[in-house]
Antibody, heavy 123, light 112 residues
Framework: EVQLVQSGAEVKKPGESLKISCKGSGYDFTNYWIGWMRQMPGKGLEWMGIIYPGDSDTRNSPSFQGQVTISADKSISTAYLQWSSLKASDTAMYYC????????????????WGQGTMVTVSS | DIVMTQTPLSSPVTLGQPASFSCRSSQGLVHSDGNTYLSWLHQRPGQPPRLLIYKISNRFSGVPDRFSGSGAGTDFTLKISRVEAEDVGVYYCMQAAQFPYIFGQGTKVEIK
């Protein structure tokens, strides 16, 4: 079964660092882009960025540039999203998702989603 | 950046009746490879989103055929031929023609 499994919920204080993970299984993790999305409480989806685990090529949304770091370790089929200094406004659900392919063709749509990681930042 | 605008933001629908939702982009979504990368996703409360439609009109695997997508240029539509109770939730369009990818703000669907 193709799936993405994300790390568990986190409760942090402002100023703390955090790294959450997204582990792929059931497919060739190296050859599919992984995107990260934010969903603030009661709000819509926001695209944060995307990484190609094969060579760690990364594209970031200008809205999140400098705020988070996206990385991947292809040897353990895991992508990461990290913060060096959290703010209360980072409180949100974070999803990773696989960018779909059909053979060698990218569909540029997200077909497999992780279950989400809830991050709460509060003093 | 491209702006994606969905209408309506909220849509009360009747079971068994058709429903349609609009998504407009601030610029064309045709990629240099000739494809138009507009997809639709559905999110039920408390669940991650799931892919319904990719490249305007292609139903993803396992998606019921009551869902259909259409459009071109900057105007796109998702239609449900006969609404079922499980169709409640929020529908998002997303453009992936260029970085950054952008989601619409979503259309919330409730049963009347």
């Amino acid at each position: 079964e193709v799936q993405l499994v994300q790390s568990g919920a986190e409760v942090k204080k402002p100023g703390e660092s955090l790294k959450i993970s997204c582990k792929g299984s059931g497919y060739d993790f190296t050859n599919y882009w992984i995107g990260w999305m934010r969903q603030m409480p009661g709000k819509g989806l926001e695209w944060m960025g995307i990484i190609y685990p094969g060579d760690s090529d990364t594209r970031n949304s200008p809205s999140f540039q400098g705020q988070v770091t996206i990385s991947a370790d292809k040897s353990i089929s895991t992508a990461y999203l990290q913060w060096s200094s959290l703010k209360a406004s980072d409180t949100a659900m974070y999803y990773c998702a696989r960018r779909a392919r059909l053979g060698d063709l990218s569909l540029r749509a997200f077909d497999v989603w992780g279950q989400g990681t809830m991050v709460t930042v509060s003093s | 950046d491209i702006v994606m605008t969905q209408t309506p933001l909220s849509s009360p629908v009747t079971l068994g009746q058709p429903a349609s939702f609009s998504c407009r982009s601030s610029q064309g979504l045709v990629h240099s490879d000739g494809n138009t990368y507009l997809s639709w996703l559905h999110q039920r409360p408390g669940q991650p989103p799931r892919l319904l439609i990719y490249k305007i009109s292609n139903r993803f695997s396992g998606v019921p055929d009551r869902f259909s997508g259409s459009g071109a240029g900057t105007d796109f539509t998702l239609k449900i031929s006969r609404v079922e109770a499980e169709d409640v939730g929020v529908y998002y369009c997303m453009q992936a023609a260029q970085f950054p990818y952008i989601f619409g703000q979503g259309t919330k669907v409730e049963i009347k």
